[in-house]
């Protein structure tokens, strides 16, 4: 039997559920933008009780990873992204997710073999095109500024 890429491509759009992209688009920013606003008020009450703005961004941004890792390892950040879907990817929190649930799926192979090698197996593509992009920009930045 063979089937055509666009019959194959027919066949898997009408086995697909149908979404719903109002509600899903309307739960993605709203959860989303109540991570950011967790964020904005852990960064304020840093700042409130005197530390510097760089200072309150840190301690920000280690609390938005560790809540996010330890979330995932509970199990508990898979059940708000199945009802926020992109609102998760807020990226600290989102990057956070994906390194942890890297090294929870490959705990049970070891710690060097398992979580030492796959660990990285989703972010590390971010990481990689991510500091090269900022090189690539960068580069083009001082090039224009030179004129």
Known sequence: MNITPQAYK??????????????????????????????????????????????????TSVILVCTSALLTGLGWYERIAKHAGAGTLVPITGFANSVSSSAVEAQSEGLVLGVGTKIFSIAGPVILYGCTAAFLYGLVYYIVSLF
């Not at 933008?33 to 301690?59: D, K, R, Y």
Request: aromatic share 10%; glycine share 12%; proline share 4%.
């Open 10 to 59: 027919k066949m898997a759009d009408n086995a697909a559920p149908r979404s719903n992209t109002a509600v899903n688009t309307t739960y993605a920013f709203v959860i989303g933008g109540g991570i950011c606003v967790i964020g904005q008020l852990i960064l304020s009450a840093f700042q409130n009780i005197g530390f510097s703005p760089e200072n309150a961004g840190t301690w």
